[in-house]
Structures are given as C-alpha cells and as structure tokens.
C-alpha cells in the first residue's frame, strides 16, 4: 500500500505543479494576481478529489485509519515540494514560504493542504 500511496502522491504532485504553472502562465493574466490564487486553488482542489477517486480503490484502504495515512503521506509529499520549490528553485525567503500558508493574507494553501490531507477519507467515505 505505501508504494502505491507514494506513487500516487507523486502523480498529485504533478498535477499541482501543471495547476500552478497554469496560474503563473495564464491565469494571473486574464484575472489578475488575486482570483488567479482563488481560481487556481479551486482547480487544485478538483485536481486533488478526481485523482484520490480514480487513485483510491487502487490503493485499497481497508479503514480510516489507512485513508489518514495515506493522507498524511500525500500533505508530507506537497508539503516538502512546495517548500523546496518555493526556497530552493524560485529562492523565496522563509518569509514569503510561511505566508503562502496564511489564509488571513489571503493564500489558501494551508486550507487546501488541509483538503488534501482528509481527501483520502473523504472520498474512502463517499465511495462506501
């Protein structure tokens, strides 16, 4: 179950990656740099459901308690390439990394990481 969990992290991972890169190419320039984070973080969002329900029966979670894990394993994945991303490759301050996660600054990612975390369960749920 852990390698499937991985590999699809990775493929969620990917999917964000494409999602923010649509956001920085194309939707800051047609809605400007707010509603492009709004826009994007609900299209992030579909992203994320529509993989855990195609991804999840093949994982086969047997209780809640796997579906937490797997999400943990999945916010663990995000997290760390968002952080790496943001530090490494665009060289963003820590500053700047901990307020992406400040919805009171009006970034949603720590609310979609939140999202991302119980989606297993959600859908585990859903699909009962």
């Known amino acids: 179950m852990i390698l499937k969990t991985l590999a699809i992290g990775l493929l969620l991972a990917l999917g964000e990656v494409v999602n923010g890169n649509v956001r920085v190419?194309?939707?800051h320039r047609l809605y400007g740099k707010k509603r492009a984070k709004t826009v994007s973080f609900l299209s992030g969002i579909i992203i994320i459901y529509v993989i855990s329900w195609f991804a999840l029966p093949w994982v086969s979670p047997v209780n809640?308690?796997?579906c937490l894990l797997i999400g943990f394993v999945w916010l663990a994945i995000m997290l760390s390439l968002d952080i790496y991303f943001g530090r490494y490759v665009f060289k963003f301050k820590w500053n700047k990394i901990i307020d992406d996660f400040n919805p009171f600054k009006g970034n949603l990612l720590s609310v979609g990481m939140i999202l991302l975390f119980i989606s297993p369960s959600l859908v585990f749920w859903l699909q009962s």
């Open 25 to 27: 190419r194309v939707l």
């Open 64 to 66: 809640y308690v796997d």
